[in-house]
Each structure stands twice: as structure tokens, then as C-alpha cells.
């Protein structure tokens, strides 16, 4: 729990924030994946609706270049950058990695480890053993939307088309708009 009353961590509403930026600055035609795939989001996942979670600290926009060494050499491993820092859905802060993970941007074994040290840290977002996807499914969807409609918009602006990262994650949204979200799947019961 956090330790005096924050703000929501903000990961839903940059998630929104950068799918409006992609409907102002697109023609539609690589953006109709990025577009379904969002609408497959529970609401509060596109910050239009309470979140399910509201005392939870999270870091906010974990990612892995937040994560450092201090002493750089030897020293416990910091997480810095905290200006997102406020409660919400725990499994938001592993959102990035697992993303990534699933997109195939991430290889299996690093994913792995870093999966295997943030449960050994006792870290909430993901049950301590067993699946952690029906905990991680919803926000990695929506990390992967909201990078993917950044994706777009930036090579639009830059007048290019998407590389092969980029192009990537456009992908993975067209295969996530097929199939809904576990945590859609668990509200319906």
C-alpha cells in the first residue's frame, strides 16, 4: 500500500493521451489495428472508468532502462525515475517488460529472469508462482497500444514508415484485436 495518499499513476491516461494524438495524426490506414485492438480494453485500461486497484503504489512507467546499479559496479540495483510514482494496478509497472515479451522484443530468457528476480523480491503485480498472465494480460495490451500509436504518429510526423520495431508492435495489435483480454474474460463471469 502506499505509504501516504498519491495520485493514480498515470499508465491509463498516457495510454489515452497517445491514442488521441494517433487519431489526430493519422490517416487511419495503420492505425485501424492500433484502434481495435484498443477498443478491446476493459475501461478503466483506457482511463474511462475507476481503476480496480486504488492502493497499490506503482512506480508508474517501469521499464528496464529505469532500473539501475548505485555504486554502478556492485551496488543494489535502484529504481529511479519515479515522477509517475501513484497508485493504481500493480501489474501496470510490468506492463513494459511483458509487452515486449509477448511482441517478441524481448528474448524469453531475459523475460524469464526478470520474472523469476521480481517474484523473488516479493513484488505484487504477479502471483508469487503459476501464471502471470491473467495479472499481466490487460496492461501489457494496453503498453503495447499505446507504444504502437506513438509508433505511428512519430513516423508520421517524420514522414517515413514504421521500422521493423515499430511495425512489430502494429502487428501485435492486429493479433491482439482477435483475441480478448483475460481480464475482459474474468469480468464477464
Do not use: N
Not at 117 to 142: E, I, N, Q, T
Amino acid at each position: 500500500p502506499a505509504p501516504v495518499p498519491l495520485p493514480p499513476m498515470r499508465g491509463p491516461a498516457k495510454a489515452a493521451l497517445a491514442l488521441s494524438r494517433l487519431r489526430a495524426t493519422t490517416d487511419g490506414t495503420l492505425a485501424t489495428p492500433v484502434l481495435r485492438a484498443w477498443d478491446t480494453l476493459p475501461a478503466w485500461a483506457r482511463d474511462e472508468a475507476p481503476r480496480p486497484d486504488t492502493a497499490t503504489l506503482c512506480h508508474g512507467d517501469l521499464h528496464l532502462g529505469q532500473l539501475v546499479r548505485h555504486p554502478a559496479a556492485d551496488g543494489p540495483w535502484r529504481l529511479i525515475d519515479v515522477d509517475d510514482l501513484g497508485v493504481g494496478v500493480p501489474a501496470w509497472d510490468l506492463a513494459r517488460p511483458a509487452a515486449w515479451f509477448a511482441c517478441g522484443l524481448l528474448p524469453p530468457h531475459e523475460w524469464h529472469r526478470f520474472l523469476a528476480a521480481y517474484r523473488a523480491a516479493g513484488g505484487p503485480a504477479v502471483p508469487a508462482a503459476g501464471d502471470p498472465w491473467p495479472a499481466l494480460d490487460v496492461p501489457a495490451r494496453a503498453l503495447t497500444v499505446q507504444t504502437a500509436a506513438r509508433a505511428i504518429t512519430k513516423a508520421a510526423a517524420e514522414g517515413r514508415r514504421p521500422d521493423e520495431i515499430e511495425q512489430a508492435l502494429i502487428d501485435a495489435c492486429d493479433r491482439m484485436a482477435s483475441v480478448p483480454p483475460e481480464l475482459v474474460r474474468e469480468e464477464a463471469k
